[in-house]
């Protein structure tokens, strides 16, 4: 296993908490495993991929509409989806320290060989003749393979008896399902049409999660597109291109991210399809999207399940039938890595000083611009201020004053502002400010009436 200082995470995890992009969940009581805090810009950087995926896929189309589902769904609802009955991983336990781990990595990360394919048996059986070792203690002392439910189960009532029990919805796919006939009647919606949806999820990961790779608790962007049958290939296709589009609108670079067909025997029980969309993070080429094609299995079975009719009939056509589904789905924790990921550098400048940076895309960066006067002095802190002021209005800005303005720089390096801008004892004599660039560092001398029309075209 990897050594500690050998974690390619490393430097991004400490630049997240030392900058206030993301804290390890419940630390003062010595952390709560795979749970995380988003700081005050892990916050902002979470908006702004937010707000843009919306923008975009709901408000910037015409076949698009939303809708914010509940987390609790009716218990039946998980039965119809399969997941009762189908959501879990293979885990196997160490006898002697009693660590958990998913059985398909153990294999994996072990003997450097895929455990797709295998079953319960094969995969004790493997551990078990290629004398696995426990990655925690060492010990060769493993128990069975079994299935284990990644789903958190809570209780309604205050007995809680069995029968009682609720799930944290794993995804947030089956709100939309079971809405689709209230969608149907009450917005002006023809297919193709999709239904967008941002919400968190739960899922009981045992394995340790690469920083908020894997966390129990994260959030999904996931859109269901109904369809008529016959179109499913060609929507397939162009949601493929969409999800590429959107990488590089949020700044990944192509070269990082590639389509990973899964194998027609290793589909999950709802799919004909399925392309994952995978980035090379640090610790290796892993999923960063998915796109499924869940056939009509969701809402057919919702219809069984619930004996109310999920058919539509096309007002030109008159046919009834029950829509086909085209569901691209987007992490927003695995965004936010890959982001991060993608952002750092550590770069030596002339003077042979190192600077690290976050190259973010400026759509998506949290900070915009950062004002500083030159000094602590009154006159240029005034001044600063009321520049400040104006650009806050439009865009989430930050005033600073305290510290050498180099330091100020760096910080706001690593915090990836774009744009930095200096009020002077100059600026006091012409109304001109100094405009520095994150990734070039150069600076320009401009006029403060022209700042917010030359920051609007740099921003957008
Ligand atoms: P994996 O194979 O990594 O467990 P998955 O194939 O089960 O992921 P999906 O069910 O397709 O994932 O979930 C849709 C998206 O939700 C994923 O592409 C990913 O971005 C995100 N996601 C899933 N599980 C987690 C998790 N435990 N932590 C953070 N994000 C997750």
Known sequence: MAQPSQDPLKPIVALAKRRGFIYPGSEIYGGFANTYSFGPYGVELKKNIKDLWWKTFVHQRRDMVGLDGPILLHPKVWLASGHLDNFSDAMIDCKACKAR??????????????????????????????????????????????YFNLMFTTHMSKTGQEGDAAYLRPETAQAIFIDFKNIIDTMRVKIPFGVAQIGKAFRNEITPGNFIFRVIEFEQMEIEYF???????????????????????????ENHVHEKEHPKELLSHYSKRTVDLVYDFPFGTSELYGLAYRTNFDL?????????????????????????VIEPTFGVERTILALLCEAYDE????????????????????????????????????KARTVF??????????????????????????????????????????????LRDRDSMKQERVPIQKLIEILSTKLS
């Open 101 to 146: 781990f998913r059985c398909d990595h153990l294999i994996e990360e072990s003997l450097n060989r895929s455990a797709d394919g295998l079953t319960l048996q094969q995969m004790t059986e493997t551990i078990l003749e290629h004398k696995v070792k426990c990655p925690k203690c060492g010990a060769q002392d493993f128990t069975e393979a079994r």
């Open 300 to 324: 057919s079975r919702h219809a069984e399940f619930s004996g109310h009719s999920l058919e539509y009939t096309d007002p030109e056509t008159r046919e009834k039938f029950v829509p086909h």
């Open 347 to 382: 770069e030596q400048l002339e003077n042979g000083e190192m600077r690290t940076v976050l190259h973010f895309e400026p759509r998506i960066a949290p900070v915009k611009a950062a004002v500083f006067p030159l000094m602590k002095k009154e006159i240029l802190a005034n």
């Open 227 to 253: 369809i008529h049958e016959s179109t499913w290939e060609k929507t397939f296709e162009d949601w493929l291109n969409t999800m590429h589009s959107w990488c590089k609108l949020i700044g990944l670079s």
């Open 389 to 434: 002021d104006d650009l806050q209005r439009i865009w989430n800005c930050e005033y600073d004053e305290s510290g050498a303005i180099g330091k100020r720089y760096r910080r706001h390096d690593e915090l990836g502002t774009p744009f930095c801008i200096t009020i002077d004892f100059d600026t006091l004599e012409n109304d001109t400010v100094t």
